[in-house]
């Protein structure tokens, strides 16, 4: 874990806050805001004296609501729909894979309470004040697609309520827009959301458990192909693993002396549980599914929506009631990506440091709902080629992170100067994280399994993209970064 030496030097205090942002023609209006407790600092780093909340357990719920939702029931009818895995061989796929698959997000989560700097900001050290901005790109990439995902499934599940007289477009509106409510509040807000948001999803998962089990079964399958499994397996490291450029970006205010093992045990479980859980029922009900008529005709088109509102219907208005909830489980994921895109969209653009952070939730929100509105016909298609590609450069993104890490930064949080952050200069130049990361994708390509391209090793091996990625990602980047030290004499 990370080493217990906690840098205490940080910026200089006027530097740091963010009320010497307010002045100009809207200050007053951003004063008020910030009276009313909505956070206004972005990427800026929390100076050591400011990391002072110990209510540690937070950072469980943050990431447990984010993954209770319909979101991570769909990603499991994967398994069974697209791969067609049968019952057995998706769960131990899901449960594997995805105990693999959560160590690196809940790992980086560690880093917010020794650092004070978001995810994003870490990363520089590894990847350069520029380079930095092509993951960056990739990570606003994915969390939009995630967003657009979310966001269709909720539109779905409204519109399934109200049989099809409320259109999925209004039904995507409605849920994006309280995600922009507490996306725009900022951290107090977000965690006080995302600590009781999940009650209501679970009463409403275990209910439809409740008046639907008696319809799962487990039908005889085809064997599982090692293609397939591989394959499936692709998806969900998409689906987990690109939480990790996000992590410490809900950590940053911790006390500082907090244990490591702590925070990872609470962020793992908070992975773990909800998706592995979700992920499995999801792959029980699309199994069953063609064997109840009324669910497969909720089903009909890929509705996950739908199909939850069949399990649920003959709770009668109380079915509906709980699918209203369920969709709108997604808005606590989208609330904290909102939060993680607003804080990206500053390290893309550096001068818009000035700017205040929950300026960027807006425009998060302006971005996803027409994408959503657009891709709702064709989620399943969507969802599939998605996951599979998101996964890529995420694997050797963490890999470099690692390295970085624990090779030449010895897991000292000492190693980071946090004063360099925003100095290009004084930081890495980057370019030997970029070619790592490019250079990678020579052998991962040809190990790409996806609808549209299949590789070579793809033919025999199925989707090893990603653990490709991660293993040339360490391969590169420890010589090519062991010369640009060797060359700059200096970190």
């Given amino acids: 874990?990370?080493?217990?030496?906690?840098?205490?030097?940080?910026?200089?205090?006027?530097?740091?806050?963010?009320?010497?942002?307010?002045?100009?023609?809207?200050?007053?209006?951003?004063?008020?805001?910030?009276?009313?407790?909505?956070?206004?600092?972005?990427?800026?780093?929390?100076?050591?004296?400011e990391r002072t909340d110990t209510q540690f357990r937070k950072i469980f719920f943050v990431w447990f609501s984010m993954n209770v939702n319909i979101l991570s029931f769909s990603a499991g009818t994967l398994g069974p729909v697209v791969f067609g895995l049968g019952l057995r061989d998706t769960c131990l796929t899901i449960l594997f894979f995805n105990l693999l698959c959560c160590i690196p997000p809940a790992y980086f989560t560690t880093w917010g309470p020794k650092l004070g700097m978001r995810q994003m900001i870490i990363s520089r050290?590894?990847?350069?004040?520029?380079?930095?901005?092509?993951?960056?790109?990739?990570?606003?990439?994915?969390?939009?697609?995630?967003?657009?995902?979310?966001?269709?499934?909720?539109?779905?599940?409204?519109?399934?309520?109200?049989?099809?007289?409320?259109?999925?477009?209004?039904?995507?509106?409605?849920?994006?827009?309280?995600?922009?409510?507490?996306?725009?509040?900022?951290?107090?807000v977000l965690n006080w959301y995302e600590r009781v948001a999940w009650i209501p999803v679970i009463l409403a998962f275990v209910v439809a458990l409740g008046v639907g089990g008696k319809h799962l079964s487990n039908p005889p399958?085809?064997?599982?192909?090692?293609?397939?499994?591989?394959?499936?397996?692709?998806?969900?490291?998409?689906?987990?693993?690109?939480?990790?450029?996000?992590?410490?970006?809900?950590?940053?205010?911790?006390?500082?002396?907090?244990?490591?093992?702590?925070i990872f045990t609470y962020s793992y479980l908070g992975f773990l549980l909800p998706i592995v859980t979700l992920q499995c029922l999801g792959a029980a009900v699309a199994v069953a599914a063609p064997l109840?008529?009324?669910?497969?005709?909720?089903?009909?088109?890929?509705?996950?929506?739908?199909?939850?509102?069949?399990?649920?219907?003959?709770?009668?208005?109380?079915?509906?009631?709980?699918?209203?909830?369920?969709?709108?489980?997604?808005?606590?994921?989208?609330?904290?990506?909102?939060?993680?895109?607003?804080?990206?969209?500053?390290?893309?653009?550096?001068?818009?440091?000035?700017?205040?952070?929950?300026?960027?939730?807006?425009?998060?929100?302006?971005?996803?709902?027409?994408?959503?509105?657009?891709?709702?016909?064709?989620?399943?298609?969507?969802?599939?080629?998605?996951?599979?590609?998101?996964g890529y450069w995420a694997s050797v993104f963490v890999a470099i992170l690692l390295v970085e890490h624990f090779i030449f930064r010895k897991n000292d949080p000492n190693n980071y100067d946090v004063k360099q952050w925003n100095l290009s200069r004084r930081l890495p130049s980057g370019i030997a994280a970029v070619a790592a990361g490019v250079m990678s994708f020579g052998l991962v390509v040809p190990s790409m399994d996806q609808v549209w391209f299949v590789g070579p090793f793809a033919k025999t091996t199925g989707d090893i993209g990603f653990e490709v990625a991660f293993a040339l990602g360490v391969v590169l980047y420890i010589p090519f970064r062991a010369l640009e030290i060797r060359l700059r004499k200096t970190l």
């Fill in 221 to 262: 399958a085809e064997p599982a192909t090692a293609r397939a499994v591989l394959s499936f397996a692709s998806s969900l490291a998409g689906f987990v693993i690109t939480y990790s450029p996000m992590s410490s970006d809900f950590t940053t205010y911790f006390h500082p002396k907090v244990s490591s093992w702590r």
């Fill in 1 to 49: 874990m990370f080493s217990s030496n906690v840098p205490q030097q940080g910026l200089e205090k006027d530097e740091q806050s963010p009320k010497k942002r307010t002045q100009g023609g809207f200050g007053s209006w951003v004063r008020w805001l910030l009276t009313r407790g909505v956070e206004s600092r972005g990427i800026l780093p929390v100076r050591y004296e």
């Fill in 292 to 390: 109840v008529p009324h669910w497969e005709a909720g089903y009909t088109g890929g509705n996950v929506g739908g199909l939850l509102e069949a399990m649920l219907h003959p709770a009668k208005g109380f079915g509906k009631f709980l699918t209203v909830l369920l969709s709108l489980s997604v808005a606590g994921n989208l609330a904290a990506t909102f939060y993680s895109f607003s804080l990206n969209i500053q390290v893309f653009v550096p001068p818009l440091v000035l700017v205040p952070r929950y300026v960027f939730s807006i425009l998060a929100t302006v971005l996803v709902i027409p994408l959503a509105i657009v891709g709702a016909t064709r989620f399943y298609d969507a969802l599939t080629d998605f996951l599979g590609l998101i």
């Fill in 125 to 188: 050290y590894s990847f350069g004040y520029y380079g930095i901005i092509l993951p960056c790109i990739m990570n606003l990439i994915g969390m939009t697609g995630f967003s657009v995902l979310n966001s269709i499934l909720g539109g779905q599940a409204l519109s399934s309520v109200a049989n099809g007289s409320l259109s999925w477009s209004v039904g995507i509106v409605i849920i994006d827009i309280i995600a922009l409510f507490v996306s725009f509040c900022g951290y107090k």
